[in-house]
């Protein structure tokens, strides 16, 4: 069974196709990415994978449970963590509250062990900051602790996102573009720190436009142009198909991508 299975999924804007019958399988342990053309449906397909949109059609099954259509809360609940394209942090809260932010998605407790800080509540919430720390050393940010999440440059901000994301104990991690902004030195940490998230029983669905990140740590690649898949497959066979040198406007991925403003 894989771990998570979209099933032929669609969703119109208006008159626009935005996600075309889409099948993405992926298994537990795997770094699969989902590539294509600026406007080609990936973001939109983790918004409908977050609960944030709902399909017109089709099913998305998770752990063999059909998630299509939950809410966001409930997605999280079940074990899929994002971050977001353009990073969504509390720029006024501090580097580790924003990671605990991510803690408390899933927490067990009520209003009243909360307000009135029952031993319960208190003994957590050592515990979550115990783990945030631990997670903030993880992604290079220990020393970025009590800083304000504004301050960091935008390759740490990526990497705080990450570390919320992971601190809500998701199995499943969809990171949309995680190499934006960064630089060569910035991207190459982020691939090695993704391949020690699989080393730590993480899967991975990524989108992401630096071709040598997705060539570099991807088990299998899906390929979107138009909402429509137009190839999958290992790193080097989708990097070789025609169609997909075709939908990078005729060129190679790589050069078609990194190009663009
Ligand atoms: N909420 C929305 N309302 C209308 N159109 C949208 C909405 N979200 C995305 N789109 C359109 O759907 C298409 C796919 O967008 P998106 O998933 O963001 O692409 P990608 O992430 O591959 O660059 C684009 O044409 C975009 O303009
Ligand atoms: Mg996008």
Known sequence: MPLLHIKDISLSFGGL?????????VDEGEIVSLIGPNGAGKTTVFNILTG????????????????QNKIPQDIVEAGIARTFQNIRLFRNMRVIENVLIGSHIREP????????RTRRFRDSERENTLKAVRLLREVGLLARTHDYAANLPYGEQRKLEIARALATGAKLILLDEP???MNPQES??????ILSLRGRGYTILMIEHDMSVVMNISDRIYVLDYGKLISEGLPRQVANDPKVIEAYLGGVPDAAENNRA
């Not at 196709?17 to 399988?25: F, L, M, P, Q, T």
């Not at 399909?55 to 752990?63: A, H, L, R, T, Y």
């Not at 407790?109 to 009135?116: D, H, P």
């Open 17 to 25: 196709k935005a996600v075309d019958s889409v099948n993405i399988r």
């Open 52 to 67: 944030i949109y709902t399909v017109d059609s089709g099913e998305i099954f998770f752990e063999g449970n059909a998630i």
């Open 109 to 116: 407790y009520n209003f009243f062990q909360a307000v009135f």
């Open 179 to 181: 190499a934006a902004g």
């Open 188 to 193: 190459e940490e982020l691939l090695r720190f």
